[in-house]
């Protein structure tokens, strides 16, 4: 079955930086369009960045621009976030899932990963 598994996140001071992996299987990644989405306590999901299954081209939501860089190696079936300069309104659950197309998937959730921007 369509599984992902993030991890990565931690406790980190404004202005640090971390990288969160999300391991995909169950299905073939390569055909597949990746994003990172976000949760914040009392907040809907919101999807941050996007990568293409071909030519691997990316987006980003406003907020997070210049800051946060996503990836992917499609024959490890991961998905990167590298990001900088975090502020405390990063702070959330940090999720992974997949789209075709236009459309995004929101079936089989994993367990996200805590990201939590603090002094």
């Known amino acids: 079955q369509v599984q992902f598994v993030e991890s990565g996140g931690g406790l980190v001071q404004p202005g640090g930086s971390l990288r969160l992996s999300c391991v995909a299987s169950g299905y073939i990644f390569i055909n597949y369009n990746m994003a990172w989405y976000r949760q914040a306590p009392g907040k809907q999901r919101e999807r941050v960045a996007t990568i293409t299954s071909g030519v691997a081209s990316t987006r980003y939501v406003d907020s997070v621009k210049g800051r946060f860089t996503i990836s992917r190696v499609n024959a490890k079936k991961t998905v990167y976030l590298q990001m900088n300069s975090l502020k405390p309104e990063d702070t959330a659950v940090y999720y992974c899932?997949?789209?075709?197309?236009?459309?995004?998937?929101?079936?089989?959730w994993g367990q996200g990963t805590q990201v939590t921007v603090s002094s």
């Open positions: 899932n997949r789209g075709y197309g236009s459309a995004w998937s929101d079936e089989h």
